[in-house]
Nanobody, 131 residues
Framework: QVQLVESGGGSVQAGGSLRLSCTAS????????MGWFRQAPGKARDGVAA???????GYVKSLEGRFTISKDIAKNTLYLQMHDLKPDDTAMYYC?????????????????????????WGEGTLVTISS
């Protein structure tokens, strides 16, 4: 089992920045593919970025350049640094994970498979961007 706890959400004005964190714990947390997903009000959940246990990284193309995913292995913590935030970025942001790998899906940019392959999900952290 893996427990995921997100933090770092909040309310900022357009153009601002936020950094989200997700700490993983549990007996299976040492080797994980982890990712960030988001769900805007009234919309389906979408992918944002993912990082595999081998270090491979993938982004949803429309967000690449403004969002950066990283992982501190020693702290077992996943981060999402977000810059130049826009009102359309307003959403609940979720951290998710699957053991041990999602390298093939990350390499192919298959966000449907990345999202539906995730086994563990956090409760989410709310990001609100005002214009």
């Amino acid at each position: 089992q893996v427990q995921l706890v997100e933090s770092g959400g909040g309310s900022v004005q357009a153009g601002g920045s936020l950094r989200l964190s997700c700490t993983a714990s549990g007996p299976r947390s040492s080797r994980l593919c982890m990712g960030w997903f988001r769900q805007a009000p009234g919309k389906a959940r979408d992918g944002v970025a993912a990082i595999d246990s081998d270090g491979s990284i993938g982004y949803v193309k429309s967000l690449e350049g403004r969002f950066t995913i990283s992982k501190d292995i020693a702290k077992n913590t996943l981060y999402l640094q977000m810059h130049d935030l826009k009102p359309d970025d307003t959403a609940m942001y979720y951290c998710a994970a699957v053991a041990p790998s999602c390298a093939k899906d990350v390499e192919e940019g298959s966000w449907f498979h990345i999202m539906h392959g995730m086994e563990y999900w956090g409760e989410g952290t709310l990001v609100t961007i005002s214009s």
